[in-house]
């Protein structure tokens, strides 16, 4: 059966067609790839760190985003949607996307898993102004969290239950009940659910 062949798109065909597009579409050196939807528990997790990270910025110049505003990444020529981020740079005022994160939010899904942990991890890494990758996994209360240490980055979970999960940029920190208030986790995993960590 023949294949449908890869369309290639600049970066201004991809801006402009997502502003319009009712699927949110990620764009990596030309290729656009659909958004998946997200379960009740990626929603909850997802909102319940935008929620705690807004409170922490009110009044500062620090702002938070969620889910429908992309992150820029030029060394890896790629837009994303990350589920959660924070911009301090006040020259970081892009009203489609934003290129300064200090810290960048992941939840973990089976379709997304392997993309977030390699592929977003390392392209994240390469924006001088992050200090922390945040994974949260969505199967149990655990936080995976990449942190900028001098030249390198230094990796940490967070699964206890006095463990709390840095955002230096905001000089605040979330405890996993903040993370996870009101998730319940399945106690039978559905097959598509499932995702090696």
């Known amino acids: 059966m023949p294949t449908e062949p890869v369309r290639w798109m600049s970066v201004d065909e991809y801006l402009a067609g997502e502003r319009d597009a009712e699927v949110r579409h990620e764009y990596v050196a030309g290729e656009i790839h659909a958004m998946a939807g997200a379960n009740e528990r990626h929603n909850l997790i997802a909102g319940n760190i935008f929620a705690r990270l807004r409170e922490r910025a009110r009044g500062g110049p620090c702002r938070v985003f969620m889910a429908d505003m992309k992150l820029y990444v030029p060394a890896a020529d790629a837009f994303y949607y990350p589920d959660v981020f924070v911009t301090c740079d006040p020259d970081d005022r892009g009203e489609y996307f934003k290129e300064r994160p200090c810290a960048v939010v992941e939840v973990l899904s089976a379709a997304t898993a392997a993309i977030d942990r390699r592929e977003k991890r390392l392209a994240y ?6 200090r922390e990758y945040v994974i949260a996994d ?36 979330l405890t996993l009940d ?8 399945p106690e039978v995993l559905e097959e598509e659910e499932v995702y090696t960590v």
């Open 125 to 130: 890494r390469t924006l001088p102004a992050l």
């Open 138 to 173: 969505q199967l149990q209360r655990r936080v995976f969290v990449h942190r900028r240490a001098g030249d390198g980055w230094e990796s940490a979970i967070h699964a206890g239950e006095t463990d709390r999960v840095p955002f230096s940029c905001l000089d605040a920190a």
């Open 178 to 185: 903040e993370v996870y208030e009101d998730v319940v986790f």
